[in-house]
């Protein structure tokens, strides 16, 4: 009990200064790391294949796995969804997806749903060439957008095939605030590394006695890839199955997420980004495709060519969403890509902006530590130079926040970059910091197999210059804690932002972290581009 009281002490110092949150303008703050509550490990527990929560309950081909996504403006949404069942064994037949249409009728009263529109359909398949391999076809899968909604109001609809009777029971969503620098969702969950544990069912719950209005999901989604396609399943893929000849997955635990999530994502968008456990990778070089498949991204509404990245807008924010397991250096496509999304935003209009991808560049945990050195050698500055404000990630199962930072080095207009990794899959929890006595990691050892290129060296200036790790919590880090949870964030207005971080341990509104972003465009000014506002009397 002692320690408890310690801890809440350690935090109440941190956060509430004379009875108010704390701002970043009052920092940089001093490095905080809270201890680890040995008294709390969640329960990363899967949850079994005949939880009611992730059966199938539909029959034929009704829908099944509803959920929403925003395109890449207010007036329109992407309404995704399942039908028929999916396949796994050695002979599989996959479903004609044309063979059960793709509908949604919605309006902006329950009981008049005047209006149609119709979307694609596909399948996609896991197959893996080797004996003994059970191969995975989906379900059909559905992805519908409908235009020109109204900001900020609700629709009524309902999914499916009305041709065969297989619709959807009414569902509703609000539509996102219309883009202005007055105009903001209420809030937004964040999170990462989900899976689908007993400890992720209840940051799931936790998020949804916040009632958001959007949900960013920063990488990790199902964790299919810690099973054999036989339904064995482990904490540690390479620990337990060593020897198979391709990193095989159980794809239905993509199908039992997709059920699990459905009461929410029914009706509150998500917006995704790839994780390495979305790799997958199967026959012919084959990867990331259930991640591509089950949610429709704003890719072309965007001008992105790929799922990997994309932008969108939330009221008055710019989100952009990278991909770290794709190419970025200055030649690829998604650098080019950004350069030109990042031109066209108006901090206006926008005048927010938030960047996500999934493996963090400032983590003092030892797990993933300096793992993508690359990526930030080649984003950084453009990033910073278009003044982005806050940056999420995950990969590591852990929370931190930075102090404003560029370079490594304290910078007032440098982002703050919070990793919230902490979403509750079965993997262990990240304790360890490379800072601590004999935990800085062999620099060798640091970068992601898949990520091609090496830029991890020692440190060339500041107080940890000649070294690969600094030998205290660094100055950039500002606050970090070792737990489960997700995270809460309110925009204002133009200039102030909520952040909350939630412990799934506590109850549902307190908060395990606390601060309001305080941006600040007359020290930080960035180029202002000629965009018209919206106009509400069109």
Known sequence: MGRKILIFLIFLGFVIVEGRVRTTLEGPFKPVTIPLDETFR????????DDPRVVRVVNGFHPEQISLS??????????????????????????????????????????????????????YSQLYPFEGLSNYTSGIIHHVRLTGLNPDTIYYYQCGDPSIEAMSKLLSFRTMPVSGPTSYPKKIAVLGDLGLTYNSTSTVDHIKSHSPDLVVLVGDVTYANLYLTNGTGS????????????????????????????????????????????IEEQVDNKMFEAYSSRFAFPSEESGSKSTFYYSFDAGGIHFVMLGAYTAY????????????????????????????????????????????????????????????????????????????????????????????????????MAISHADEPGNCPEPSTTPDEFIPGFCAYNFTSGPA?????????????????????????EVKNDTHALWTWHRNQDMYYEAGDQIYIVRQPDKCPVEEKATKLWDSSR
């Not at 044309?98 to 119709?118: I, T």
């Not at 940056?391 to 590591?396: A, I, K, P």
């Not at 000649?466 to 804690?481: D, I, L, M, N, V």
């Open 235 to 278: 904490d540690c893929y390479s620990c337990s199955f060593p020897d198979t000849p391709i990193h095989e997955t159980y794809q239905p635990r993509w199908d039992f997420w997709g059920r699990y999530m459905q009461p929410l994502l029914s009706k509150v968008p998500i917006m995704v980004v790839e994780g390495n456990h979305e």
């Open 70 to 123: 925003l395109s890449s403006s207010f007036d329109s949404v992407w309404v995704s969804w399942i039908t028929g069942e999916y396949q796994i064994g050695k002979n599989i037949k996959p479903l004609d997806p044309k063979s059960v249409a793709s509908v949604v009728r919605y309006g902006e009263r329950n009981s008049s749903l005047n209006y149609e529109a119709k979307g694609e359909s596909l399948i």
């Open 465 to 489: 210059a000649g070294k690969f790790c600094w030998e205290k919590q660094p100055e950039y880090s500002a606050y970090r804690e070792s737990s489960f949870g997700h995270g809460i964030l």
């Open 42 to 49: 969640g329960n990363a527990i899967d949850l079994p294949d």
């Open 329 to 428: 250096d200055k030649s690829a496509d998604q650098y080019k890509w950004l350069e030109s999304d990042l031109a066209k935003v108006n901090r206006k209009v926008t005048p927010w902006l938030v960047a996500v991808w999934h493996p963090p560049w400032y983590s003092t945990y030892v797990a993933h530590y300096r793992e993508v050195e690359c990526m930030r050698i080649e984003m950084e500055e453009l990033l910073y130079k278009s003044g982005v404000d806050i940056v999420f990630n995950g990969h590591v199962h852990a929370y931190e926040r930075s102090n404003r930072v560029y370079n490594y080095t304290l910078d007032p207009c440098g982002p703050i970059h919070v990793t919230i990794g902490d979403g509750g899959n079965r993997e262990k």
